[in-house]
Each structure stands twice: as C-alpha cells, then as structure tokens.
C-alpha cells in the first residue's frame, strides 16, 4: 500500500472536504482518501503509487490547491 500526502490550501468546512474527495476518487488507482479542512491535509492511497499531478489537477478541479507534502 502507497500512501501519499499533500497539502491543500482553501479548504474550511465539510463541504470543501467533500468537493476534494468526490473529485479524488476519479483519479486512476486511488483506493482510499483522507481529507481535513481543519489541518488541510489530504493522504491518498493506494496499490500502486499515484500520479501526484493527477491529484493536484482533481484538487484544482474541486476548486482548491494542493501540493505535495
């Protein structure tokens, strides 16, 4: 199992944590989302390691901005 972390920027409350995770799960060969407004951490795994950049761009898709911790 891979995990990995990033760091998003905008998020305040449970709808910004649902925004990230809805558009997350649509990137390839993730298995499993942690998101939290309250620290702005997102940890992401999976089988495989995941595309970074993918992620970033779901993140950037859901309105926020995420870079790799």
Do not use: N, W
């Amino acid at each position: 199992m891979t995990t990995t972390e990033f760091q998003v920027t905008g998020m305040t409350c449970g709808h910004c944590e649902m925004s990230v995770r809805e558009e997350v799960a649509k990137v390839a060969g993730v298995d499993g989302i942690q998101v939290s407004a309250a620290s702005g951490q997102l940890v992401v795994t999976s089988d495989t390691p995941v595309d970074a950049a993918a992620v970033i761009a779901a993140v950037d898709e859901a309105g926020y901005q995420a870079v790799t911790a």
